[in-house]
Every structure is written in C-alpha cells, then in structure tokens.
C-alpha cells in the first residue's frame, strides 16, 4: 500500500517565485497536517484539515502561504511570493482521526526540501 | 496553545548503553503523547505512544514514562544499537492537532 506522497522532493527557486508543493494522503485518510522542519524550529504543524476542511491555520506563518484540500486525495501548500527564510523541510502527514481522545498515528510522506535563493 | 520542550537536542551514547530523553509539556488537558524516530532523508515514524491513563510502556527495547503531575515524559532506549542513531521527537496532544517538540539528535558510538 501505498504512503504518503509528496512532491516535489526537491526545488529550488529565487526569492519572489511561486513555490507549490503537493500531497496525496493514504487512501481512506480523514485528516490531513502539513509541517514544516528547519534546525532552528524544529518541526512546526503549519495547517491541519479533516475530512477536506481547514481546521485550525493558527501555524501558517503569513498570508503569503495558502493550503488548500479540494478533495480527500489531495493537497496542495502553496508560498507565493517565496522568500529566503522560507527554506526548509515541508512534511505532509495523514491520519485515520484527527479529533477526539482517538489521536491516531501520523504517517509522514519523505518531505519536500524547499531552497530559496 | 500546547508547547513542547526536549532535552537535550543531541546526545551521544556508547554502544550498548542506554538513553534518555525528556520532554515537558505546557497544556494539562493534553492526553495523548506519541514519539517519533526520523531517519536521514526521510519523514517521521512512530515509534511508540502513551495516553495519560497509563504511566508507563514498554515495547522490547523503548519504554516510555508519564509524570501527568509534573507534565513531563520520558523516552528510555536500553541496549542502544547503531541503528538507533536518529532523531527522535517527542509531541504532545489533546486529541486534536499533535505539537512537536525540537528533536533530539541521538549518536550511538561504536
């Protein structure tokens, strides 16, 4: 079966580009978070939706970042436009429940490792 | 909002000996508290989890601890092997949304 599935792996691009990075959950998924790592904070929950719907954006660090579910298989975190402080490691991660004392398990895709020159 | 802090951020530790990692956590009504081992180039995986009813498990080598009194919790490895070398993060939850703490880098030496 398949996991987590993120894409690009990799990019690079200049300061003032649009980046969008893409997720496809595991099928059957009902909550969807995307993350974002770098050594200085470690891994910050940036937006998290369940059953297709944002639930909590409190993480997004300004409105130049947007997310967006349009269906249960996919997923999209777009920055735009992309700054230099902005590289970093973004993860997307799934789960069967996202509410309730029924915390499941985050299953990572390998990330998406963002540069911005 | 909840906010995690792990000590220390990187460890070293002989081959065979055991490590400790300890973690505190802001938020009474958290209840859920997963670890997760990250391997070079790769996400994060469970390793194992505890939920407040509980105040230890053990699962082979790992163990984790819960103090819900002094909100903190404790991740032991025995018997460290080289494949244990990763980071590992600690998170707390209260059912929704999981908050991560910083990561500790852990080295095992041969």
């Known amino acids: 079966d398949a996991g987590v599935i993120q894409s690009p792996r990799h990019e690079v691009t200049e300061m003032g580009q649009e980046v969008t990075l893409r997720c496809k959950p595991i099928?059957?998924?009902?909550?969807l978070f995307w993350y974002r790592q770098t050594m200085m904070r470690g891994l910050e929950l940036l937006i998290y939706?369940?059953?297709?719907?944002?639930?909590?954006d409190s993480g997004m660090p300004e409105d130049r970042f947007s997310a967006k579910m349009p269906n249960a298989s996919f997923s999209t975190l777009k920055i735009q436009p992309s700054e230099p402080r902005d590289s970093a490691v973004y993860f997307c991660?799934?789960?069967?429940?996202?509410?309730?004392?029924?915390?499941?398990?985050?299953?990572f895709g390998e990330g998406s490792r963002l540069t911005v020159l | 909002g909840e906010n995690v802090e792990q000590h220390p951020s990187t460890l070293s530790v002989q081959e065979g000996d055991s490590a400790v990692i300890k973690c505190t956590y802001s938020?009474?009504?958290?209840?859920?508290f997963p670890w997760y081992k990250q391997e070079l180039g790769k996400g994060p995986q469970l390793i194992i989890d505890?939920?407040?009813?509980?105040g230890e498990k053990k699962d082979q080598r790992i163990a984790v601890t819960l103090n819900k009194t002094a909100k903190h919790f404790s991740l032991h490895i025995t018997e460290t092997q080289p494949e244990d070398s990763a980071v590992y993060f600690c998170?707390?939850?209260?059912?929704?949304?999981?908050?991560f703490g910083k990561g500790t880098r852990l080295h095992i030496l041969p």
């Open positions: 505890i939920r407040s009813n509980v």
């Open positions: 099928s059957g998924h009902n909550s």
């Open positions: 991660a799934s789960s069967t429940d996202g509410t309730g004392l029924n915390t499941g398990e985050l299953f």
């Open positions: 998170a707390a939850s209260k059912g929704d949304k999981i908050i």
């Open positions: 938020d009474s009504a958290s209840n859920y």
């Open positions: 939706f369940n059953n297709n719907v944002p639930i909590d």
